[in-house]
């Protein structure tokens, strides 16, 4: 992202998030018709609040001390609890054009807040209880003689960072390898930061033991945090990016491109074929796998003849009002689709990112088991 990206994107995302903030307030504070020292109190928490994130996004990602930990972890929580705040306030407001009395403003604001409290305690439950196990079974007359299953694990959007604690990792990975997975496949956005200078979360990606190794194409994450800090996590964590390439681990054809490319969704096709090119061609008798981070790139794929196509990136949305839009801004947001012979997954994500908070939605642990 060069300086101008950069620029345009921090304004944009400072002029949005401010604005929920000013919208929430003045939707609490006028509901509940404070004034004096109460409004001026509810105003300065917004305030504080509000750039705690900024300022400890700011100070975490320039290597700031473990110590910001706490800070920067209330800082994502207020934004999950902005967000659904947001969504909250936004359905009073359609019910005012109905019931426009000061009692109802009054009743409404004190009913949303009780729903704000319920659903953002019930959210962070849902993330702290840890990633479920999701499991898939395709038939296919793919695989070779003598093979009668074969094993593939999907994480996506782990978004380890410094603040990533190395016990919950080493929990992913100990729940990957109890699955005897043949292998590994990691959907982008693995990191937010260089874990490596953290060399316990090094330690931990090592330790997941797979037949046939473990494969990660880029999410844009790893583009925002630096593509050699994603090679290097791939060097110190031993497994192996195939962004635009093809390789053959065990009994599948494992098919990998950048998240750059996936973002071109259908018109990607090029980029899918280019890959598929890179290497001697296994046959059509061979069951191929397409990791494409961003998950509208399956009519390009199936148009290929890609047998199943895994993604990420979208995560269920997590919290309202982002799970209302990924479901109106992508075709395939979440879940098992099916195009002819064809099958795509996109995960709901291994992680979180930003706040610890999931209302509609679970982390998951992708298992894909591919039957004779």
Known sequence: MNKFHFVVFLSIFLSVYFG?????????AGGLALSGAARTALKVLF???????ILTEFLTHRGAAGWL??????????????????????????????????AFRYNSTVIALVLLAASSTYSLINVAAGPVLRELKIKTDKLPAGTNSFTIVQLSDLHVDMLTTPAWLEGIVSRTNALEPDVVVITGDLIDSNICDNP??????????????????SGNHEYYTGMEKFY??????????????KVMAGAVELVGI?????????????????????????????FSVLLSHRPDTFDAAAKLGIDLQLSGHVH???????????????????????QGNSYAYTTSGTGIWGPPMRLFSRSEIVKIVLER
Request: glycine share 8%; aromatic share 14%.
């Open 20 to 28: 929920m903030h000013y919208f929430v307030f003045t939707r609490i």
């Open 47 to 53: 305030f504080a609040a509000g750039l705690t994130l």
């Open 69 to 102: 930990k706490p800070f920067a972890e209330f800082g994502y929580i207020w934004l999950g609890v902005l967000s659904i705040a947001l969504s909250l306030f936004l359905v009073t407001e359609i019910l005012r054009i109905f019931f426009q009395s000061p």
């Open 200 to 217: 316990l979360l090094c330690a931990s990606l090592r330790d997941l033991k797979t037949r046939y190794g473990v494969y990660a194409v």
């Open 232 to 245: 290097n996590t791939a060097r110190g964590g031993n497994f192996t990016i195939i962004d635009g390439r």
């Open 258 to 286: 950048s998240d750059l490319a996936s973002a071109r969704a259908v018109k990607a096709e090029s980029d899918i074929k280019s890959a598929l090119g890179s290497a001697p061609a296994a046959g059509p008798a061979m």
């Open 316 to 338: 269920a949305g997590q919290i309202p009002p982002m799970d209302l839009i990924v479901m109106l801004a992508y075709k395939y947001p979440y879940g098992f689709y099916r």
